[in-house]
Nanobody, 123 residues
């Protein structure tokens, strides 16, 4: 059984920064391609950023490009999301996701999901 756990959520003022982390545990045959999604009440989960296990290629939603940075840690199946210049519209529950394919998928076709962590950006 594979589990994903997020940490680092919280409350921050607009223009501030936060760092989210995600760790995968359990039996894994190979590293996961990992991504972050976010969700606000009444809407579906939307893609934020992702990183491939095969080539570390990254992808970002246009709304966060140049403000957020996704990284894989040296420890397998751990990643982080550095979020800078946060805006009130970034307020959401952020989910870590993992899939066994090698390419980042901007849709929610992921095998594993974390419980989510709340990010609130005040204006």
């Amino acid at each position: 059984q594979v589990q994903l756990g997020e940490s680092g959520g919280g409350l921050v003022q607009a223009g501030g920064s936060l760092r989210l982390s995600c760790a995968a545990s359990g039996h894994l045959d190979k590293p996961l391609t990992m991504a972050w999604f976010r969700q606000v009440p009444g809407k579906g989960r939307e893609f934020v950023a992702g990183i491939s296990w095969a080539n570390r290629r990254t992808a970002y939603d246009d709304s966060v490009k140049a403000r957020f940075l996704i990284r894989r840690d040296d420890t397998p199946n751990m990643m982080s999301l550095q979020m800078n210049s946060l805006k009130p519209e970034d307020t959401a529950v952020y989910f870590c996701a993992g899939r066994e394919g090698s390419a980042v998928d901007r849709a929610t076709r992921y095998d594993y999901w974390g419980q989510g962590t709340q990010i609130t950006v005040s204006s």
